[in-house]
């Protein structure tokens, strides 16, 4: 398989995977998504400060925006459009880390790339995502390529690629601003946690940290000479809270946690337990969602790998692949220790890296194992990649259907007041929306003070409580719209 093959494969196999996700019949834009379609809106039509009123870090917004009008399409098409490119830089930035990672010989490549490709295309996790509108896309795109950069960096000791590193760590923060502690932190522990001379560990630093420096400065002088240059940062300002509060937020949690446990599930001869059940609580939760994550055949496969050691980096790129991975788990744990929870999102980017060892496991499986096995591996891969194209999840045709029927029944000028940002983006139509914890009662009567035309309900199958709640002080639902597993939205008209 030629290169200028293997691209056109990866190119056109996610556009078409890109467009299964999208129009699968029960398929419905992503809260997140509806926030960022909102603030590119808000971009659109007041500039910078309009969309930084909505989101404090708009760059995804803005990007869209900008696509939009390029190529003359509705926002919601131009963020799936920008996101089946990043989903293409996220393929060829993996099959580009393994490579240079551990080079493979002429003989073996066309077989190498092959099996990456088919690793990387149907992986489950990936393609449960690809119908979201998420600004993670882009820092995944972009931070694969960063390692890559990093590596070359390690390996030539040219200037070039560590301009290459900045760039693409720095253009990943645009979208996550975990890349500013990976562009932060990750050469500094390349270079000297390595058997190196002294010099080049000081030469491959500053190649590294010139773009930032410069950058840093520049930023300085931005904030000294305006008045509200400290306002202007947006969620920079996280990095400054988590450096001043970010032990503190975790002990308070994790103390808090403890607390409950002690005395809301144990005992009283069993509270000395609860700082042991909080801490294997924890790294079980993580376990687990790492597996999940990964997919359990994928788990599988990788710990093979591991221990038949498959994947070996060469000197140049070990220790970027294993800072990689630390920072990841670092930073994945430090979340889990404050919010005490995990999603498959957040965990992608350390499974692309521990992707890496899949390709290099299959050729091994290939050339020394039998051939059923190997057929059997490769069979199981595909079957399980092409299911994860169907959404096996709960319908979300019944929030289209809300939207729609609001849509109709509304006047021009009326407002809608829901707690589902997703049914008020399909109703096209001027909607206010309130946070899950507020009182029913104070929710209606504010509906009615400002005249707000429709109280639109988000209800999950489970909140019972709810559903009792809205009866009680609201009667009888307007409309009520609901899905195969009972989630439901309940409608009631106010005038």
């Known amino acids: 398989m030629q290169k200028q093959q293997f691209w056109l ?16 019949p ?8 509806v926030l960022y379609l909102q603030t590119a809106t808000a971009y659109l039509q007041g500039g910078w400060r309009a969309a930084m009123r909505l989101y404090q870090w708009p760059f995804y917004s803005i990007l869209i925006a900008w696509v939009s009008q390029i190529c003359h399409c509705s926002l919601e098409l131009a963020a799936y459009l920008i996101n089946t490119i990043f989903q293409i830089l996220i393929c060829l930035g993996l099959f580009g880390l393994a490579c240079k990672a551990r080079p493979i010989n002429d003989t073996h490549k066309p077989l190498f790339m092959g099996f990456a490709t088919l690793i990387i295309l149907f992986y489950p996790t990936l393609n449960h995502h690809r119908d979201l509108i998420i600004r993670d896309f882009g820092y995944w795109a972009f931070s694969l390529w960063g390692w890559i950069y990093l590596i070359q960096l390690n390996e030539n000791q040219r200037f070039i690629n560590g301009i290459q590193f900045n760039l693409a760590m720095l253009i990943a923060s645009l979208f996550r601003l975990e890349g500013i502690i990976m562009l932060l932190f990750a050469p500094i522990l390349v270079f000297t946690t390595q058997q190196a001379p002294v010099i080049k560990k000081i030469a491959g630093c500053l190649k590294a940290y010139t773009v930032t420096l410069i950058l840093f400065i520049a930023g300085l002088f931005y904030v000294y000479m305006s008045s509200n240059g400290v ?3 947006g969620r920079l300002l996280e990095i400054k809270t988590q450096i001043d509060e970010g032990v503190s937020l975790i002990w308070q949690q994790l103390w808090q946690a403890k607390y409950n446990i002690a005395h809301s599930v144990l005992t009283p001869n069993a509270i000395d337990s609860a700082g042991p059940l909080l801490i294997g609580g924890l790294v079980a939760v993580y376990i687990k969602m790492l597996m999940a994550t990964l997919t359990l055949l994928y788990s599988v496969l990788l710990i093979i790998s591991i221990w038949k050691k498959q994947f070996l980096p060469t000197s140049s790129a070990k220790p970027v692949i294993h800072v990689a ?11 889990l220790m404050q919010a005490l929870f995990l999603t498959e999102r957040y965990l992608l980017e350390l499974s692309f890296l521990l992707l890496l060892w899949l390709p290099f496991l299959l050729l091994w499986i290939y050339q020394r194992q039998k051939p059923w096995i190997f057929s059997a591996v490769l069979a199981v891969i595909i079957l399980i990649g092409l299911v994860s194209l169907h959404n096996f999840g709960p319908s979300k045709i019944y929030l289209k259907q809300t939207g729609y029927w609001l849509n109709q029944h509304s006047p021009k000028q009326g407002v809608i007041y829901t707690n589902s940002l997703q049914v008020g983006y399909y109703a096209q139509h001027p909607f206010v929306t309130w946070q899950n914890s507020e009182n029913i009662q104070q929710i209606a009567q504010e509906a009615r003070q400002k005249k707000y035309i429709y109280l639109v309900f988000e209800i999950k199958a489970n909140n019972t409580l709810l559903k009792e709640q809205l009866t009680s002080l ?7 719209f609901m899905n195969n597993k009972a989630d439901s939205v309940w409608i009631y008209a106010t005038m």
């Open 9 to 24: 494969i990866i190119i056109l196999a996610n556009i078409v995977l890109a467009f299964i996700a999208i129009s699968d």
């Open 26 to 33: 029960i398929h419905a834009i992503n809260s997140d998504g």
């Open 231 to 233: 306002n202007n940062l």
């Open 325 to 335: 991975i630390g920072l990841n788990i670092l930073i994945t744990i430090i979340f």
């Open 474 to 480: 609201l009667g009888k639902p307007t409309k009520i």
